[in-house]
């Protein structure tokens, strides 16, 4: 479906169960695309029973490949969500999250969405080979449950396991987080426990 957004068209793919416990929003990274990880995610989600919706972001939808700035992602997020409460996933409980980019979306717009847990994909802690450019507040300043899936050789950083209700599972490989099995393994795992 397509959603309408202050910065344009957002495509939404949505992944219905016959009962949801719960609906599940997930973005993509700045890559852009559905990828391996964002399926696995799905599928584990689907066999919880909780629908998933696969975001796009406007300026991936209009064949842009860079990504405009964060208040921009923000605001077509925030709008795509409230579009989801308002239809589709009705008042399911919320799960947002993403991969990378669309980690941190999540997480900077959590108290916007009324979220109320947070999937991250390969975290950006901080880009490669600069850790002074953090970006981990970001993710601290979550406090719903969170679970971060990260490669352990991941260019991008590991976040550290003592942030408020934050679950970091560390995984074989990079950012790309190409282990579908393992990612599909965390994700099942944390679900249990996040929609009890």
Known sequence: MTVD????????HLHQVKRPRAGLVLGHGAGGGVKADLVAATDAALAADVAVAL???????????????ARQLDAAWIAVVAHLREG?????????GGRSAGARVACRT???TG???????????????????????ELDAVTVPTLVVQGNKDPFGMPPDDGPARTVVRVNGNHS???ATAVER????WLATALR
Request: net charge positive.
């Open 5 to 12: 957004t202050p910065h344009g068209p957002a495509r939404v």
């Open 55 to 69: 975001v796009e972001q406007p300026y991936l939808v209009a064949g842009r490949r860079s990504q405009p700035p």
């Open 88 to 96: 589709a996933l009705g008042d399911l409980p919320l799960i947002v």
């Open 110 to 112: 959590v108290a916007d």
């Open 115 to 137: 979220a109320s847990a947070v999937l991250c994909l390969a975290f950006p802690v901080h880009p490669p080979g600069r850790p002074e450019k953090s970006r981990l507040d």
């Open 177 to 179: 987080l190409r282990s």
């Open 186 to 189: 965390a994700v099942t795992n």
